[in-house]
């Protein structure tokens, strides 16, 4: 039985951020940090994750610590596990038959869909992209097989041309050239948004962020130019949430620089509690165009 890969096997994936040399191990572990056969250093966090940001670092506004506690004890309440698994078992299908498979996950967060995915991919080196150090502290010990780098999705992204087999995301900013660039010729993105009717009952309360009817096809024509889109399918979630599942749900992701936890106890206060949710998410599958196509 092959063993895991540790997640420094997936430095052969990485070019220096500044220069685009080859990346070289500090020392045993993540946080013992990585360097750049020029000399480049970046340093590891005892949490085990690793900061390529330089220089002005970034314009956007990461995660706060607060939206990933949120978020994390959303997620290991198996609300949205639905989701989860379908991606696994998608991603299992797709690196089927790859010798030495790798994974990117381009907005990692707290690497919950990813641990799922390397649950049943296990020989597969993975890379978790993530703007926010709080999320990546959790995505390093969520998927411990996984190397997480804090980077701008942004900017051109610190791998190699086709470098990876497969790029998960979800809910998550789509460079779609650099995920292109980045992909092995016919290799494959996974993506992950919500659909029309995600959470209309607590909309029905809550102010929250509005969902575009032809979100699904914009998606596709956005990513067209370097993918083709080879299946999109629903993934439906049944929740029944009490009053902190309902404050986490909204606090843990954009609304949270919208409302605040005030806010959303009062909106409740006549609400019949469990309140019946249903989380509705698009899933899609998109292969890397090749040249002339």
Known sequence: MPS?????????????????????????????????????????????????????????TPDTAAMVAARAS??????????ADRMAAEAALLLAGTQTPAVLDAGAGTGYYLARV??????????????SKFALRRAAHAAPGALSLVWDLWRPLPLAAGSVDLVLNVFAPRNAAEYARVL?????????T???????????????????????????????????????????????????????LVLMGPNAHHTD?????????????????????TLSAFRRRGPGR
């Open 118 to 131: 390397l649950e049943r991919c296990p020989t597969a080196s993975a890379v978790a992209l993530d703007i």
């Open 194 to 248: 919500p659909a029309l009717g995600h959470l209309a009952a607590l909309r029905s309360l809550l102010p929250l962020l509005a969902i575009g009817e032809d979100k699904a096809a914009k998606l596709a024509d956005t990513l067209s130019g370097h993918f083709e889109q080879v299946w999109a399918e629903d993934v439906d979630a049944p929740l029944l949430l009490d009053a902190e599942s309902v404050e986490q």
């Open 4 to 60: 895991e890969p540790a997640p420094l096997s997936a430095l052969r994936l990485l070019l220096c951020p500044v220069c685009a040399a080859d990346m070289l191990p500090n020392g045993p572990r993540p946080a013992d940090g990585i360097r750049c056969s020029e000399g480049h250093r970046f340093d590891g966090a005892r949490q085990g994750y690793i900061n390529l940001l330089t220089g002005r670092g970034t314009s956007f």
């Open 261 to 281: 936890a005030a806010a959303i106890r009062t909106a409740l206060a006549g609400a019949v509690l469990p309140l019946p949710v249903e989380a509705r998410f």
């Open 74 to 83: 959303f997620l290991a309440a198996g609300h949205y596990a639905p989701l």
């Open 184 to 192: 092995s010729p016919g290799g494959h993105l996974l993506v992950a």
